[in-house]
């Protein structure tokens, strides 16, 4: 076989599969009992909704017409007026010309990359953070460091000026992040806003699952306090990424993002060259779905996540030996445990696939530096209460045997 490496430009090197796409493979597998898997329940789709939407939109020559031809790469202009509406609704006034209709908010993250880092360049992110952002980010070779925050108490000083290797941005899950199911507090996203204005970066607010609060009042968006702070979120330097793929339906591929319009012009510029545009019909159809049942629906799914959360959090109290911690988050998809720092969370998950079948997404995965080992994280959206107390106990139990020596 051809050996296609030297071919390859030098990014390709920093390209590697993603831990938890491998793990979601194991849930065609019935027996296992699966924590891994960040994804909504198929079950809390609103399917019926969809296909009236689908079916209104081809049954009409002239709407059919415009649904399956070529678009303009910004979206469909009544999803971005929706959309605007929407981010008014949290606090940002902004106009159509401030949104973007990306292809799921995984695309907002590649083009952002594209567009700020050049190679050497350090972007600077929670630790841990999101899998994605890393992959993203990755591929177009920058530094990974440290973002100011409450287990970092760094100068914004001592990261250097912006480009030749300097912080170029931070990147930031506000609420119910990803792995860590924690937020930033009110004082705390002013004091990262204070920071980055300081370093004189932008911040990228990935607010995925800004829809799933379950407990506690809502805080501020970033973007929303800085385009206060500064007149306007064409003033103001945090681009926030949203995306139906949690309240709504991930398969759509629907996400933006808002931004100042100088940054969104660039942004369609990438659009143009990457896809043209996201699938007109599939806009049309989220348009027509979110503008009718998102607050509705989305009351009904934080009802059954909350419970699940809650099973979840129970069973761990019940089951985990001393020397267990988590997080108990206030919304989204995830539980954050530190284990005793003799175990390895990636040979703890080989074992519980060969001897509990309970499967989760080891820790590492998530630091830019492959640390945190002792850590893992497991996502309640999938398993009703029983099926999580069941597969926490089998963790919680395995912990025990390898702690024993066994």
């Known amino acids: 076989m051809t050996d296609w490496t030297h071919h390859y430009a030098t990014r390709a090197s920093r390209m590697a ?12 597998q019935p027996d296992i009992i699966s924590f891994a898997g960040g994804i909504p329940d198929p079950d809390l789709f609103p399917k019926a909704e969809i296909a009236r939407a689908y079916a209104e939109v081809l049954n009409d020559p002239e709407r059919s017409a415009a649904a399956l031809q070529y678009s303009v790469s910004e979206g469909y202009a009544p999803l971005r007026a929706w959309l605007a509406g929407y981010m008014g609704d949290l606090g940002v006034p902004c106009a159509p010309e401030n949104i973007l209709i990306t292809n799921g908010s995984q695309q907002g993250l590649d083009f952002i990359g594209k567009l700020f880092i050049s190679p050497g360049d350090t972007v600077l992110v929670s630790w841990p953070t999101y899998l994605g952002a ?40 506000p609420e119910f992040q990803n792995p860590t199911g924690s937020s930033l507090n009110l004082a705390e996203r002013e004091t ?90 599939n ?17 009904q799914i934080r009802e059954v996540y909350r419970a699940r959360r809650d099973a979840t959090l129970a069973a761990l109290a019940a ?30 998950l080989e074992r519980c696939i ?30 009703p209460e029983a099926k999580a ?9 395995m912990i025990r045997t390898v702690l024993a020596g066994q």
Request: proline share 7%.
């Open 17 to 28: 599969a993603s831990e938890i796409r491998e793990l979601l493979k194991l849930l065609d």
């Open 134 to 173: 890393l992959q993203a980010f990755n591929s177009y070779e920058p530094r990974f460091d440290v973002l100011p925050g409450p287990e970092n108490n760094r100068s914004a000083g001592s990261y250097g000026p912006p480009g030749g290797g300097g912080a170029k941005f931070g990147y930031v899950m």
């Open 192 to 281: 990262l806003l204070d920071a980055a204005e300081a370093m004189d970066i932008p911040l990228v607010e990935d607010s995925a699952y800004e829809t799933l609060r379950y407990d506690g009042e809502r805080v501020p968006s970033l973007l929303a306090l800085a385009a206060a702070r500064s007149g306007g979120i064409d003033a103001c330097k945090v681009l926030y990424m949203g995306t139906f793929s949690k309240s709504i339906v991930p398969a759509l591929r629907v996400g933006w993002i808002a931004a100042p319009r100088a940054v969104i012009d660039k942004l369609v510029l990438m659009k143009q060259a990457s896809d043209l545009h996201v699938s007109t019909l």
């Open 283 to 299: 806009q049309i159809v989220m348009y027509e779905v979110a503008s009718r049942i998102l607050g509705e629906h989305t009351a």
């Open 319 to 348: 089951f985990m030996p001393p020397g267990v911690s988590w997080t108990p988050p206030e919304g989204g998809m995830f539980i954050w445990l530190t284990l005793p720092e003799v175990i390895d969370g990636a040979a703890l």
């Open 354 to 383: 060969k001897e509990a079948r309970v499967a989760f997404v080891p820790g590492a995965a998530f630091f830019a530096d492959r640390s945190g080992r002792n850590t893992i994280r497991l996502s309640f959206s999938l398993n």
């Open 389 to 397: 107390a069941e597969g926490v106990r089998r963790i919680a139990a």
